[in-house]
Each structure stands twice: as structure tokens, then as C-alpha cells.
């Protein structure tokens, strides 16, 4: 992800407790999600528990289904979680 010339504006990582940092001495959060956000990425939506494949494979599809609806990354989650009460572990951090 160095690499990268920018930092990709939205992410998702469906992958269970994909969104949790790890805090090193010094109090330094570190993890995929903190990496993300610090190189620039505006939004990432990601999980914070675990979550089951059936469950993470019904949220996105009703999540990328809202974004097609031009709903900002926040918001099409938020409808997600209304229409899947159990997708809770999901958030999103970061602003649209």
C-alpha cells in the first residue's frame, strides 16, 4: 500500500474483526483500518467482531446495493444494519 501514488478515497473490509487496532506500547493504535485512514482514505467501513461469511456476503451486497443508490459510506451502512439487525459489528470510520 506504500506503493500507492494515493490512498484509495473509500474502503471495505468485510473480513471478521478486520476494523480492530492493535495498540503497541506508546500508546500507537496499528492495524489495516489506522494504516488506511492515516495514508488518506476517507472512509472505510469494517468489522469489529466476528462475523460469520453468510452474514458479512448479506451486508455487503445490501450495502454496495445503497452505495449504487448514491448513498454516502455512513449512511448505506446505517440502511444495511436497519434491514440486518445482526450486522451490527459493522462500522464505518471516517467521513463520506
Known amino acids: 500500500m506504500e506503493r500507492l501514488q494515493r490512498a484509495p478515497r473509500h474502503v471495505?473490509?468485510?473480513?471478521?474483526?478486520?476494523?480492530?487496532?492493535?495498540?503497541?506500547?506508546?500508546?500507537e493504535q496499528l492495524g489495516l483500518?489506522?494504516?488506511?485512514?492515516?495514508?488518506?482514505?476517507?472512509?472505510?467501513?469494517?468489522?469489529v467482531l466476528p462475523v460469520p461469511d453468510e452474514l458479512s456476503h448479506a451486508v455487503m451486497l445490501r450495502f454496495d446495493g445503497h452505495r449504487r443508490r448514491r448513498l454516502d459510506?455512513?449512511?448505506?451502512?446505517?440502511?444495511?444494519?436497519?434491514?440486518?439487525?445482526?450486522?451490527?459489528?459493522?462500522?464505518?470510520?471516517g467521513a463520506g
Open 73 to 93: 459510506p455512513a449512511s448505506a451502512l446505517a440502511r444495511a444494519q436497519q434491514e440486518l439487525p445482526a450486522a451490527a459489528a459493522f462500522r464505518c470510520f
Open 33 to 47: 483500518a489506522a494504516a488506511l485512514l492515516a495514508m488518506g482514505t476517507t472512509s472505510l467501513v469494517a468489522t
Open 12 to 27: 471495505v473490509l468485510s473480513a471478521c474483526e478486520s476494523g480492530l487496532p492493535d495498540v503497541r506500547p506508546g500508546d
